[in-house]
């Protein structure tokens, strides 16, 4: 099955700075990438994604990439504000649908003002 | 548009004994219903796909029997946990995806539901 590690466990930016989050997968299949935003105690919810056929997708300040070869994906939020702190998850999933995803580990992130 | 409710959203029970947790789709139909764990300071585990009218699929490692799922109508799944024990407890999210929506990224959380086996 699919396997997906995500780093850093923790990241602490100050306001203003740029945050990098970085996950790999194991299945070459996966062709879904989703990222998550979880406040404490509060249901996910889905900030951006990307599928295999695309090699990089921004929404504002929030931006994805993904080297399908390398298989790895990142998530690269710019100008950080307090609150951005929250817990992120990568995800993949094999072209079904991403209720099936399999969830990187997490990642907290805290922006200090 | 597009809301999901968990009931109860926290729930205290002793050992032994059963937990239902509804998951409901308050402003559409859906089919298909996926169950998540998700422990403290850990990553969402999925637990079983729940399909209206069919038995549940269960992930590898989940018991069928212990975390027992009923996907009665368009609107409603349910998950009970059974003879609960102390480790059963965590955050048990779900997830709808809307009736022949044909979009990968097509899911809606509920809230999550706090459990707690003492």
């Known amino acids: 099955g699919e396997n997906v590690e995500q780093h850093p466990s923790t990241l602490s930016v100050q306001e203003g700075d740029s945050a990098v989050i970085k996950c790999t997968y194991s299945?070459?299949?996966?062709?879904?990438f989703p990222w998550y935003k979880q406040e404490l105690g509060k249901r996910p919810q889905l900030i951006i994604d990307?599928?295999?056929?695309?090699g990089e997708k921004k929404d504002q300040r929030i931006a994805v990439t993904l080297n399908k070869t390398a298989k790895h994906f990142s998530l690269h939020i710019t100008e950080t504000q307090p609150e951005d702190s929250a817990v992120y998850f990568c995800?993949?999933?094999?072209?079904?649908?991403?209720?099936?995803?399999?969830f990187g580990d997490g990642t907290t992130l805290t922006v200090k003002p | 548009g597009a809301v999901v409710s968990q009931h109860p959203s926290w729930v205290i029970c002793k050992s032994g004994t059963s937990v239902k947790i509804e998951c409901r789709s308050l402003?559409?139909?859906?089919?298909?219903m996926f169950w998540y764990r998700q422990f403290p300071k850990q990553s969402l585990m999925l637990m079983a796909t729940?399909?209206?009218?069919?038995?549940?699929?269960?992930e590898q490692g989940v018991e069928k029997d212990k975390f027992l799922i009923n996907h009665a109508s368009l609107t409603l799944s349910t998950l009970t946990v059974t003879s609960a024990h102390p480790e059963d407890s965590s955050f048990y999210i779900c997830?709808?995806?809307?009736?022949?929506?044909?979009?990968?990224?097509?899911?809606?959380f509920g809230p999550g539901t706090r459990l707690t086996v003492t």
């Open positions: 997830s709808a995806r809307p009736l022949g929506s044909g979009r990968i990224d097509e899911q809606y």
């Open positions: 299945d070459s299949a996966s062709n879904y």
């Open positions: 990307i599928r295999s056929n695309v």
């Open positions: 995800a993949a999933s094999e072209n079904t649908n991403a209720g099936k995803s399999t």
């Open positions: 402003d559409f139909q859906a089919t298909t």
């Open positions: 729940s399909n209206e009218g069919s038995k549940a699929t269960y």
